[in-house]
């Protein structure tokens, strides 16, 4: 996979360099481009926003430095263009499996009040563009957002992370919250790991594992459990 990443803040993609995508880019299983947005401004004061048509608070970001950059990084097309905006989609691990079957990405990283609307337009004359939304609260910018979505992207690719079965067991893979953790020392500060966890008993272990997540979903994200499949649970469920 390819991600290139445009923005007036390249510095604050830095952790694109750091731990297992850093790894991921070391083994070539990920190449990655940052590139500053005003590279494609032409004044001497490297401009890349003005007022907003239509009046309103801020300044919006100016579309000539955007087609420019979208044309040296995607002249044929061949990515998808990936834009973060409070306006978007709400980004998830459905979408984040939808993003790392993608061969390239473009994340246009916006700041202001947002990034004039005709470039989103005209690039999807020539590919995909997906408008995302981390959540319900307000950021300053979407290079933060870039750097939530590359990390859940990156952490599917193949060959990323050792051991694939914490992808098929973590939260958010198949409907609900996982089950709390333990590690050495068996008792800590006065609180024992549950005794089970050192039973032995791997079917017993997976049915306590399996109790727990069904009931802190049920406690923490209701939402969860109700959108599961019923044929997921199975009557031992249905009793907890
Ligand atoms: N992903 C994600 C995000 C973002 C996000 C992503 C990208 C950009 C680019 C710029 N900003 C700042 C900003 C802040 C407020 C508004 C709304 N204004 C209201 C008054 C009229 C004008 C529009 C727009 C732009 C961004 C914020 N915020 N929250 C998420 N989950």
Redesign the pocket.
């Known amino acids: 996979m390819r991600i290139d990443v445009v923005t007036i803040f390249p510095e604050y993609l830095g952790p694109l360099d750091l731990s297992l995508i850093g790894k991921a880019r070391d083994s070539g299983l990920l190449d990655v481009g940052v590139h500053d947005l005003r590279e494609w401004t032409h004044d001497v004061h490297r401009t890349v926003d003005d007022t907003p048509y239509g009046g309103?608070?801020?300044m919006v970001m100016r579309p000539e430095p955007w087609g420019e950059a979208l044309d040296a990084l995607a002249p044929e097309g061949g990515a998808r263009l990936v834009v973060?905006?409070?306006a978007?989609q709400v980004?998830s691990q459905a979408m984040a499996h939808e993003l790392a079957a993608e061969p390239r990405l473009i994340f246009a990283?916006?700041?202001?009040?947002?990034?004039d609307q005709r470039v989103l337009d005209h690039a999807a004359s020539r590919m995909p563009v997906t408008e995302?939304?981390?959540?319900?609260?307000?950021?300053?910018?979407?290079e933060v957002?870039v750097l939530v979505m590359c990390e859940a992207i990156v952490r599917l690719l193949p060959g990323v992370l050792g051991n694939a079965d914490s992808l098929a067991e973590e939260s958010h893979a198949n409907g609900v919250l996982e089950a709390p953790v333990f590690t050495k020392p068996p008792e800590w500060r006065g609180h024992p790991v549950p005794e089970i966890l050192r039973s032995g008993d791997h079917g017993r272990i997976a049915r306590w594992r399996r109790d727990e997540a069904l009931l802190r979903t049920a406690q923490r994200r209701p939402d969860l459990l109700a959108a599961l499949d019923p044929g997921i649970l199975d009557k031992r469920d249905v009793a907890l």
């Open positions: 309103g608070p801020g973060p905006t409070p978007g980004f990283c916006g700041r202001y009040e947002g990034i995302v939304s981390l959540g319900d609260y307000v950021l300053f910018g979407g957002a």
